[in-house]
T-cell receptor
Framework: GAVVSQHPSRVICKSGTSVKIECRSLDFQATTMFWYRQFPKQSLMLMATSNEGSKATYEQGVEKDKFLINHASLTLSTLTVTSAHPEDSSFYIC??????????FGSGTRLTVV | AQSVTQPDIHITVSEGASLELRCNYSYGATPYLFWYVQSPGQGLQLLLKYFSGDTLVQGIKGFEAEFKRSQSSFNLRKPSVHWSDAAEYFCAVADLYNQGGKLIFGQGTELSVKP
């Protein structure tokens, strides 16, 4: 079946630094990738939608200059949290789709900013 | 805008008992509905999905869900719960023809299973 590899699974960084999270579709071409954020005991909140080769579409309230998304190829999308602060600590999950109705999720990245 | 409501934040059932998790959606057209399960610190696993056709959908791990348009519901059921079913369950709706096909999730229901 379709697999999305997300790395790193856990990362701790210092306040003010940037962190990059990668999502790769291993056995299919992902035309669209979605990035979600999840706080403890809460649901997944969509941050942005990215299509290969074009700029990401951000949800209302999400700072696009803080959360940089790049979808340079059909198998790779990255989320960079710039100038991270403790309030950015969260669980980030990507999802890839190659067509209608087929969503494959990565295993998530636990970001802790100290 | 479409939305999903899961009225129950936390449910506890005894092992071997039946389970029903509620999901209500708001959507103007034919919805595309999903149920996912998430273990702590993990990604999401698809249990089942409904696009069209038979309104009773069978999924993995013995789960099933029934789409009821008149009630705007897509409740998840399992006849006999196992301890390993303890997890967080999310209902989601997708708009495949607008908004990039993004998934909108409900608030989630945490399932606890007691021996």
């Amino acid at each position: 079946g379709a697999v999305v590899s997300q790395h790193p699974s856990r990362v701790i960084c210092k306040s003010g630094t940037s962190v990059k999270i990668e999502c790769r579709s291993l056995d299919f071409q992902a035309t669209t990738m979605f990035w979600y954020r999840q706080f403890p005991k809460q649901s997944l909140m969509l941050m942005a939608t990215s299509n290969e080769g074009s700029k990401a579409t951000y949800e209302q309230g999400v700072e696009k200059d803080k959360f940089l998304i790049n979808h340079a190829s059909l198998t790779l999308s990255t989320l960079t949290v710039t100038s991270a602060h403790p309030e950015d600590s969260s669980f980030y999950i990507c999802s890839a789709t190659s067509g209608p109705g087929g969503y494959t999720f990565g295993s998530g990245t636990r970001l802790t900013v100290v | 805008a479409q939305s999903v409501t899961q009225p129950d934040i936390h449910i506890t059932v005894s092992e071997g008992a039946s389970l029903e998790l509620r999901c209500n959606y708001s959507y103007g057209a034919t919805p595309y509905l999903f149920w996912y399960v998430q273990s702590p610190g993990q990604g999401l696993q698809l249990l089942l999905k409904y696009f069209s056709g038979d309104t009773l959908v069978q999924g993995i791990k013995g789960f099933e869900a029934e789409f009821k348009r008149s009630q705007s519901s897509f409740n998840l059921r399992k006849p006999s719960v196992h301890w390993s079913d303890a997890a967080e369950y999310f209902c989601a709706v997708a708009d495949l023809y607008n908004q990039g096909g993004k998934l909108i999730f409900g608030q989630g229901t945490e399932l606890s299973v007691k021996p």
